[in-house]
């Protein structure tokens, strides 16, 4: 973990960051199990796009956020960033609905919660597009998991790993 941001917001992931399983995943579940016909219907809400697919399922089945797997040492961090005085921000590619829902359970934690809106799925530079228009290069730090996550980590002041493979924190390392 990296040291308080004097003023500058920390950003962080939700799926394999501050969880360790992916909510679209665990919402699909949880939809599947209710109503095995959904599976019928899932290739016509992929015509809406990636966006508008997690919007439509989500409407069907949200996961208890009391029983994700949240990353305990993260957490504990992003408490005591919080404690200090620092902007927290969720900020996820899973639905606003998820996105909400999460931060909510874990209030007051973070500040703000965003998320995928139904047609743009906040992810890889559509997430970094949006945070260097809203607080400038390098004017946030990104907590994040993944490859697609670089693109973010590569406006941000400070990238902050969690949950990735050795051979990730490497690379975000060697080229940041």
């Not at 997430?127 to 590569?154: C, H, P, Q, T």
Request: aromatic fraction near 6%; include cysteine.
């Amino acid at each position: 973990m990296q040291p308080d941001g004097d003023g500058i917001p920390l950003c962080v992931d939700l799926d394999g960051t501050l969880v360790s399983t992916d909510t679209l995943h665990e919402s699909l579940l949880i939809a599947v199990k209710r109503k095995p016909s959904l599976l019928l219907r899932l290739p016509f809400w992929l015509v809406r796009g990636k966006a508008g697919f997690k919007r439509r399922l989500t409407a069907e089945a949200l996961p208890d956020c009391s029983l994700l797997p949240y990353r305990p040492e993260l957490l504990d961090w992003l408490r005591d960033q919080k404690s200090e005085g620092r902007k927290l921000l969720l900020v996820t590619a899973s639905d606003q609905s998820v996105a909400n829902a999460v931060s909510s359970h874990l209030s007051p934690l973070f500040d703000e919660a965003l998320g995928s809106d139904g047609s743009r799925n906040l992810s890889g530079s559509r997430k970094r597009n949006y945070l260097v228009e809203r607080f400038g290069e390098r004017g946030f730090d990104y907590a994040g998991d993944a490859a697609i996550d670089m693109a973010v980590w590569s406006s941000a002041r400070i990238p902050i790993v969690a949950g990735a493979s050795q051979e990730l924190e490497a690379e975000v390392e060697r080229r940041f």
